[in-house]
């Protein structure tokens, strides 16, 4: 057995995991999305700006955090705050990665469900009514969870080395070269102009105050903040890692991804004649129907594309999954003293049964979902910005976050209250 943490083996490896983090369905469908319908190249322009500037402070005021403390988000607060009722607070930053480990369990598993399908026969013009008809049919979605959330135990399960970081450091690079050749096939089809122009036409009229806040808040969605994914991952970097320097890289792998997935999925949603929607549906209805409809020409490359981009969805799925599941096997290790394989099964059954029961009552799929993205998730930033920025020794968080302590300060509170009162008005 091992005594004491775990560490990553450089910083460029906590890099990969914190973009392995960060990269999911907010790259593949909310960022084009809200690209196209916020002014294209003029609305990348004005998220770059955010993620940089108000988004990034968030993630500092994590990091530095996690690596200063080498704790789990419990223990760091214990540690940041000893004594104080905040502790008690800090359980809530374990339970809301579990809360949406379980519901994004779920989606993993269709994504499981639909690789599947397009490797054995393909799918049929009527997605829309397969979706439903699959979603609701209790027994196939709940084993598809299992398989996702086994899939994820078994990579945590391996440790932080040669589980978390070893998987990241084949998965990432393998994310990006699946995302370009689908925009090569996405770039090729007949009829993709439009879409390609939907990406790149700056247009400054549909700049207003709120596309500021529609940015920020994808930027802090993206970057996974407020749940204690970077405080925990920080945590396994080295005594005398640059944290500006790893957020700034993660941003970056982070904002790449999200521009070649929209270029991999709007030309092709263009050349197919439909309207770009939001939301899950453009992944599990809308994209495998251009698959079919775009096979008629070359069926073996649109069926051999179809099982690239599910791949890409299951990929990017379980980077983001082992992060979150990770955060409760930190807290059970340190501070409940268990083994990581009695932790990782504590785990593995606390979110199998929310995430069966959000698998089996869309109601309660909702719920999670919008407890954990319109509250937990902007409570947690705050509460880690207030302690980055106002609790932990200040000579020593500036010295680390130099020059970006006084954005962790005084930006990165306003922000983060603009982000949760615009979630309400969205
Ligand atoms: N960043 C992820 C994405 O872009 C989604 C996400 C939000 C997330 N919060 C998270 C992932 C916390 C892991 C942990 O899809």
Redesign the pocket.
């Given at each position: 057995m091992k005594l004491g943490r775990e560490h990553f083996s450089s910083d460029f490896a906590a890099v990969l995991a914190m973009a392995g983090?960060?990269?999911?369905?907010?790259?593949?469908w909310?960022?084009p999305y809200m690209t196209g319908q916020n002014g294209g190249a003029a609305f990348i322009l004005i998220y770059i700006v955010c993620v940089f500037f108000l988004a990034l402070p968030i993630f500092f005021a994590e990091s530095v955090i996690g690596r200063t403390t080498q704790s789990n988000t419990f223990g760091a607060i214990r540690k940041i705050a000893p004594g104080s009722r905040l502790k008690w607070l800090g359980l809530l930053t374990v339970i809301t990665?579990l809360v949406?480990?379980s519901y994004?369990s779920v989606v993993g598993g269709w994504s499981v469900e639909y690789l599947f399908v397009s490797i054995c026969s393909g799918f049929d013009e009527d997605v829309s009514s397969f979706f439903n008809e699959f979603t609701s049919s209790g027994v196939g979605p709940l084993a598809c969870h299992t398989v996702f959330l086994l899939l994820t135990a078994f990579i945590v399960l391996e440790g932080v080395k040669s589980g978390i970081e070893k998987f990241n450091k084949v998965s990432i690079p393998v994310l990006f070269v699946l995302m370009l050749v689908i925009v090569a096939y996405s770039v090729t089809l007949p009829g993709s102009g439009p879409g390609i122009s939907y990406m790149i036409r700056p247009d400054f009229s549909q700049i207003t105050p709120r596309t500021f806040a529609y940015a920020m808040g994808q930027g802090f969605?993206?970057?996974?903040?407020?749940?204690g994914?970077v405080l925990t991952y920080s945590s396994y970097m080295g005594g005398r890692s640059g944290i500006v320097r790893a957020g700034i890289w993660t941003a970056v792998f982070?904002l790449t991804f999200?521009i070649i997935a929209g270029f991999a999925i709007m030309p092709a949603v263009f050349a197919a004649g439909i309207e770009p929607g939001a939301g899950p549906g453009l992944i599990f209805e809308t994209l495998p129907y251009i698959f079919v409809k775009m096979g008629s020409g070359s069926a073996i490359i649109s069926r051999a594309v179809a099982v690239l981009f599910f791949l890409t969805i299951v990929v990017?799925?379980l980077t983001?999954?082992i992060?979150?599941y990770e955060?409760g096997v930190a807290y059970l290790t340190e501070e409940k003293k268990m083994s990581r394989k009695k932790a990782v099964i504590v785990i593995f059954a606390f979110t199998w049964v929310l995430g069966a029961v959000c698998s089996v009552f869309s109601g309660a799929f909702s719920f999670c979902d919008s407890l954990?993205?319109n509250f937990l998730?902007t409570f947690g930033a705050l509460l880690f910005v207030y302690l980055a920025g106002w609790k932990m020794d200040k000579s020593l968080v500036r010295k680390e976050l130099y020059p970006a302590y006084s954005f962790v300060r005084y930006v990165a509170p306003p922000a983060i209250i603009a982000i949760f009162v615009t979630n309400f008005i969205i």
């Open positions: 983090s960060a990269i999911g369905l907010g790259n593949i909310r960022f990665p949406i480990l994004y969605f993206s970057l996974s903040l407020g749940v994914t982070d999200a990017a799925a983001s999954s992060s979150m955060v954990t993205s998730m």
